[in-house]
């Protein structure tokens, strides 16, 4: 199903899960783990699962095992994300091809950072802009975007921000999915300036449950979320009892979705970091 359709077809709230690939020692073992969770949130029935992909094709072999496997086996409606930067215009094109010819027929089109561990780093591509414009001509792909309740790190206001979620809608986009966020209030700030904006298509926000103090941390720092200190000291204390931050972050997301969900919103956009419980339980709690 296309994005187009799923969004209007689908009765909200509509439910979609991200995952990436697994890297490192043990490669085939993670992977094989990954399958196993994949299985249980394809019990949910989720509209679709995003599958995440390095700059420059650095994981790009594990994506597409991933992708296959969802495609093939559990015959889950999946989006691999497309990374442009770092990325000759020949290799997209191949890869954009190859996704296609395996029935793809969604992409999440970004730009992503530069790695600093990649030997050369193409300059075909140097904006999601630029991305969607390809693809706009050279495929059939339907295409979400990234959006920033918060605006993005490069970007110089959030206003601005906006305006490029815009151009990005006006060039054929068929969904945002957010940045992961803590703070309600920044999203419906967000989500009423974009409204005001002219931006029409559904923005679905992007929920994190938390499973360890030491990732919200590691999360905080990277993207430059904001968090009240009041959750963040709610997390701390349960920093040295990993079950106990895991019910304690499915409590604070089941609450946050639900406030979310009675804003008004489509949909939920789950990343996972491919452990399948703690958002199934979330949707347990809401639903």
Known sequence: MKLSEIYKSQKAPVFSFEVFPPKGENLKKKVENLFIELAKMNEQKPALISVTYGAGGSNKNTSLEIVKELTNHLKQ???????????SREYIE?????????????????????????????????????????????????????????????????EDDILVLYKKQELGAKVAYTQVFFDNDCFYNFFDKCTDAGVKIPVIPGVMPITSFKQLKRIVELSGTKIDRKVFEYFEKYENSKEDTIKAGVEFASKQTQKLLEFGVLGMHFYTLNKAKSSLEVIKNIT
């Open 77 to 87: 409606p999946v989006m691999p994300h497309f990374t442009c930067v770092c990325s």
């Open 94 to 158: 191949n890869y954009i091809k190859e996704i296609e010819q395996m029935g793809i027929t969604n992409i999440l089109a970004l730009r992503g950072d530069e790695p600093l561990d990649i030997d050369v780093c193409y300059r075909d591509f140097k904006s999601a802009i630029e991305l969607i414009e390809y693809l706009r001509k050279h495929s059939e792909l339907e295409f979400a975007v990234a959006a920033y309740p918060e605006k993005h790190p490069r970007a110089k206001s959030l």
